[in-house]
């Protein structure tokens, strides 16, 4: 019986061997056959970059002789660098101020919260709803009155406000997963408010609070309806520089496709450099 039973579960340990691989087989190629997709337009465009603007429009093939021309004629009409450090500054500083913000408040509603907590979560995430259009009017006047008009400062309050409830959704939920207890000990010991928050809570949820920020740096850098409607050319960010290569007279497909493939190419590194930060921070907590 023992010989029996032993030649019968070597076969179906190897059938739910080889069905586990196959499914698994299964699932790398449906994640690659999508991340394909995904990246597929990202470097169509990177390609679409290194040709001249007769072979963008007429050769649209893989097999093509590369030059830098495009890159040559952007670098040359107007300054990369200036865009670039608009961008830079209206991304981080936005996300500082975002983060000075949220952690407080994510602090005094994952911690100390009331009746209306979850009401006025719910009434900061109803905001993203709205359609920024539908404020443009009342900001753009306020902002030309108070001369905030193609300023970075105006760029970064309005980044920072468009990103805030995001920012504290996030930072709460990472709050929510953390042990009581820990904060009650540090209480114990005479810790004040300003303390727990510094030496307790910001040290524990740092991967959560470092995702944050980098979500809130990429939205506030792909950001374009507020930049083409608040800015003209002081402040303007990257994406008021990709929108400058639409013309009356059309599109130029291959300068607007190294304009943006530059316009990209930080964020595209940092996301690089940062990926692993990033999905540690935005597993946080999931498993206990």
């Not at 905001?127 to 193609?150: A, E, N, W």
């Amino acid at each position: 019986m023992t010989t029996l039973s032993s030649k019968t579960a070597a076969p179906r340990s190897m059938s739910g061997w080889r069905s586990a691989q196959s499914k698994r087989a299964i699932i790398t190629v449906l994640g690659w056959s999508v991340a394909l997709v995904i990246f597929f337009p990202i470097f169509w465009m990177i390609l679409t970059g290194f040709k001249t603007e007769t072979a963008a429009i007429a050769d649209p093939t893989l097999i093509f002789s590369p030059t830098l021309e495009s890159y040559q004629a952007v670098h040359a009409r107007s300054g990369y660098t200036r865009f670039a450090l608009n961008s830079v500054a209206v991304a981080f500083g936005s996300t500082f101020f975002a983060l000075l913000i949220a952690i407080p408040s994510a602090y005094a509603m994952a911690f100390l919260p009331t009746k209306r907590t979850k009401g006025t979560l719910l009434w900061m995430l109803s905001t993203k709803m709205l359609p920024s259009v539908g404020v443009l009017v009342p900001i753009y006047l306020i902002f030309r009155d108070v001369g905030l008009l193609d300023t970075r400062t105006g760029l970064i309050i309005v980044y920072t406000l468009m990103n805030l409830p995001i920012v504290v959704w996030m930072l709460y939920t990472f709050f929510k997963d953390m042990p009581k207890d820990i904060l009650e000990a540090g209480r114990m010991d005479g810790a004040s408010t300003l303390q727990e928050v510094c030496f307790l809570l910001l040290p524990l949820t740092l991967p959560g609070i470092a995702s944050t920020g980098l979500l809130s740096v990429i939205l506030s850098w792909n950001e374009a309806f507020w930049s083409l409607n608040l800015t003209t050319s002081k402040a303007a960010p990257l994406t008021a520089y990709i929108a400058s290569f639409s013309s009356p007279e059309g599109l130029f497909w291959a300068k607007l496709s190294a304009a943006s493939t530059m316009a990209i190419a930080p964020i595209l590194i940092l996301g690089w450099m940062t990926q692993k930060q990033m999905v540690r921070g935005l597993t946080f907590g999931a498993v206990k």
